[in-house]
């Protein structure tokens, strides 16, 4: 039983350019939440997907934007990126309606 | 509106001691509450969670904690510490369902002294 699965694992981009993170939610999951955990904080929350739009944002610029797929699977774009986008973004899944959440390993993105 | 707090940022304990995490939350209605770790370059793991059943909750590794409606608290314990327990945990809380914010705390960092 596959669980959440996030690529790619590390990523180094430039200032200014643009990035595409993909998660493939857990087997039976059909909500995909993303989160953005900067250096010695904790996980915060960016936005919530559930059948190909997105349901609640949290304080992220209209630069942070995403998409789900019909088969479940999620995309996070950040545009123009800045030095202060580097961190780990998480992707987590879970059955609407539930609690249940499963967090991927995450993406490490770094901005040069 | 709901918020976290962990009273510790850093706990540091001797190998074989007893663990205490301290978080206190904030929920306008009866919220989920989680305990997950991260260990260095690794994702979140779910160590247990409270969602208004028993109020002392047990998790893996032997890890616990105890819900306290009346002191808005869900301290996270373990009667001995293990060498591996030494991560960046983090107190969570949530509503009932996937339909509500998850919001984390800011983590405390444990370090095992052997």
């Known amino acids: 039983d596959a669980g959440v699965t996030q690529s790619p694992t590390h990523l180094i981009k430039t200032r200014g350019q643009q990035v595409t993170l993909r998660c493939s939610p857990k087997?039976?999951?059909?909500?995909v939440s993303w989160y953005q955990q900067a250096l010695g904080q904790g996980p915060q929350f960016i936005f919530q997907?559930?059948?190909?739009?997105?349901?609640q944002r949290g304080n992220f610029p209209d630069r942070f934007s995403g998409h789900q797929f019909p088969n479940y699977s999620s995309e996070l774009n950040v545009n123009a990126l800045l030095l202060g986008d580097s961190a780990l973004y998480l992707c987590?899944?879970?059955?609407?309606?539930?609690?249940?959440?499963?967090f991927g390993s995450g993406t490490r993105l770094t901005v040069v | 509106a709901q918020s976290v707090t962990q009273l510790d940022s850093h706990v540091s304990v001797s190998e074989g001691t007893p663990v205490l995490l301290r978080c206190n939350y904030s929920?306008?209605?009866?919220?989920?509450l989680f305990w997950y770790v991260q260990h260095p370059n690794k994702g979140l793991q779910l160590l247990l969670k409270?969602?208004?059943?028993?109020?002392l909750v047990k998790g893996i590794n032997g890890f616990e904690a105890e819900f306290k409606k009346s002191e808005t608290s869900f301290h996270l314990t373990k009667p001995s510490a293990h060498m591996s327990d030494a991560a960046e945990y983090f107190c969570?809380?949530?509503?009932?369902?996937?339909?509500?914010?998850?919001?984390f705390g800011p983590g405390t960092s444990l370090s095992v002294i052997p």
């Open positions: 987590a899944s879970s059955l609407i309606g539930t609690d249940g959440y499963t």
């Open positions: 969570v809380v949530s509503g009932k369902t996937s339909y509500d914010k998850v919001i």
């Open positions: 409270y969602t208004s059943a028993a109020t």
């Open positions: 997907y559930y059948e190909e739009e997105e349901r």
């Open positions: 929920s306008s209605y009866s919220p989920s």
């Open positions: 087997s039976g999951h059909d909500t």
